[in-house]
């Protein structure tokens, strides 16, 4: 079946540049989403992307599609403890638009 | 605007116990999910509807029952619980015109079956 893989820690310094990956395995995903999940909470949409683009920024966020190696990242700038949270990487897939998600990945920001 | 809002918030069961997790949305939006989230997993998609009276199963169907009598409402149902269902459940929704068009998630419905 489909499948996404994401690494499940990353930890920064607040101020650093966080990137998360992901790899997916479905070629025809049209959109490809990132949400994040703070503790106790439910899933918050941060940006996605088009298939047909390689990058779209959006504020701190830059979302960067290979299509090719089937790979997608997600890079925050100037990351704050705000931003520690677990991030998910979720494409589309299938006529009805379903999300598959990845394990997600918890972004830890040191002071 | 609500948005999704999934009743109850908690909910501890007892093995064969029955319940109906309520999920409502007020953004007339047609397509509806339920998905469940285990430590350490991603979301799974249990049971989705793309619009009134149609509903169809996801990656985790069994051992749930859905109905979609109207736009807003999509309960999920736990006709006989298992230990293993306990888990937290987020019901989200979309609309289906063209274009992108993202869920919205509920808070979730932290349930426990002893």
């Known amino acids: 079946g489909e499948d996404v893989e994401q690494s499940l820690f990353l930890s920064v310094r607040e101020g650093d540049s966080s990137v998360i990956n992901c790899t997916y395995t479905?070629?025809?995903?049209?959109?490809l989403y990132w949400y994040k999940q703070e503790p106790g909470a439910g899933l918050q949409l941060l940006t996605y992307i088009f298939s047909n683009m390689d990058m779209k920024q959006d504020q701190r966020l830059t979302v960067l599609l290979n299509k090719k190696d089937k790979h997608l990242s997600l890079r925050i700038a100037d990351t704050q403890t705000g931003d520690s949270a677990i991030y998910f990487c979720?494409?589309?897939?299938?006529?009805?638009?379903?999300?598959?998600f990845g394990k997600g990945t918890k972004l830890s920001v040191k002071p | 605007n609500a948005g999704v809002t999934q009743t109850p918030k908690f909910q501890v069961l007892k093995t064969g116990q029955s319940m109906t997790l309520q999920c409502a949305q007020d953004?007339?939006?047609?397509?509806m999910s339920w998905y469940r989230q285990d430590p350490g997993m991603g979301l799974r998609l249990i049971h989705y509807s793309v619009g009134a009276g149609i509903t169809d199963q996801g990656e985790v169907p069994n051992g749930y029952n859905v109905s979609r009598s109207t736009t807003e409402d999509f309960p999920l149902r736990l006709l006989s619980a298992a230990p293993s269902q306990t888990s937290v459940y987020f019901c989200?929704?979309?609309?289906?015109?063209?274009?992108?068009?993202?869920?919205?998630f509920g808070d979730g419905t932290r349930l426990s079956i002893l």
């Open positions: 953004m007339n939006h047609e397509y």
């Open positions: 479905d070629s025809s995903s049209t959109y």
């Open positions: 979720a494409p589309e897939w299938g006529s009805q638009g379903n999300l598959i």
């Open positions: 989200a929704s979309r609309d289906r015109g063209g274009g992108n068009q993202p869920q919205h």
